[in-house]
């Protein structure tokens, strides 16, 4: 599979990816399995691991405006 940005190679891995869940709130999660480029800082979320950082999102309270979560599929 090549990136659409600059045409490397697209690899799985594994990297720490912050969500703004609301105006006072970002969630890093951490371990978070992805695509990226070999090249560029471009990377995909597959299909059930974007259902799974949903639910994990959701699940946030906002009670504190910096909240780590360790991605668990």
């Given at each position: 599979m090549r990136c659409t940005v600059c045409?490397?190679?697209?690899?799985?891995?594994t990297t720490h990816l912050p969500f703004k869940v609301s105006?006072?709130?970002?969630?890093?999660?951490?371990?978070?399995?992805v695509?990226?480029?070999?090249?560029?800082p471009e990377y995909l979320l597959e299909d059930e691991v974007?259902?799974?950082v949903d639910e994990i999102l959701a699940r946030v309270t906002g009670g504190t405006e910096l909240e780590i979560v360790r991605y668990a599929a």
């Open positions: 045409g490397g190679d697209l690899r799985t891995a105006d006072a709130t970002i969630v890093i999660l951490k371990d978070l399995p695509i990226q480029c070999a090249r560029c974007l259902r799974r």
